[in-house]
């Protein structure tokens, strides 16, 4: 590997806000930490690669983690809001209007199931483990946090294609894997430049590629929050 594939930088953003900023990587959806300024959430993000490469598992193999901030290179600042400040990123890059091609939302599909699936895993090793209190998450179980994070990616969906109708009757593992795969096909179609369904209430669209990025940074920071309270 030659030394500028090495020394290469991982082009970021950064979302400021009044009292937290995020930083997201953009081409590596579900890397994204925020910190109290700038400086802490590049580092935060530098502190999370390890753990982020193993969250998507073979798919990291064109990943290089950093060993310090001198590898990052923020391309953006977006200005944040209110959610900002509450703890969630809410402000999506220019780079994710770029259109899809066919291995791109491959790609994206894949990093963004790999990033469910290590949510699924540690809701999985944490189904007999107290969750210490405390300000991540408050006092949510494990089955409050799985509901939520399945609420999200429903109102997620609303906004990248047409709301999505729970079935009464199923549980929430089933729930959960029906819902991923209309968000799957929902991606598909607008990547092929479908039209959005008639009649649907929201007049705000994401794009493909923030959603992906909205909803796979969801499901790990709820992955990495099941991990760190988790009491074996």
Request: with cysteine; glycine share 8%.
């Amino acid at each position: 590997m030659s030394s500028a594939m090495v020394k290469r930088a991982v082009p970021v953003y950064l979302e400021v806000g009044n009292r937290r900023v995020f930083a997201g990587a953009l081409d590596w959806p579900g890397w994204c930490r925020s910190g109290r300024d700038e400086e802490t959430a590049l580092r935060a993000l530098v502190a999370y690669g390890p753990r982020y490469a193993a969250a998507i598992g073979a798919l990291a193999r064109r990943f290089m983690a950093p060993t310090d901030t001198s590898a990052l290179d923020v391309v953006e600042r977006l200005d944040g809001d209110a959610t900002t400040d509450f703890g969630a990123p809410a402000m999506a890059p220019a780079a994710d209007d770029r259109p899809l091609d066919g291995r791109e939302l491959e790609r994206l599909q894949g990093l963004l199931q790999a990033c469910w699936a290590a949510f699924d895993a540690a809701t999985e090793a944490a189904s007999s483990a107290v969750l210490r209190k405390g300000p991540r998450g408050g006092g949510r179980d494990v089955g409050r946090i799985v509901a939520h994070v399945l609420e999200a990616d429903r109102a997620y969906l609303s906004l990248l294609w047409s709301a999505y109708r729970k079935a009464g009757d199923a549980d929430l593992t089933v729930e959960m894997a029906r819902l991923r795969g209309a968000i799957l096909d929902a991606l598909r179609s607008r990547a092929s430049g479908d039209p959005l369904p008639e009649g649907r209430r929201s007049t705000r669209v994401w794009t493909p590629r923030y959603f992906v990025r909205r909803s796979a940074w969801h499901a790990l920071d709820h992955a990495w929050e099941i991990e760190d309270r988790a009491e074996v």
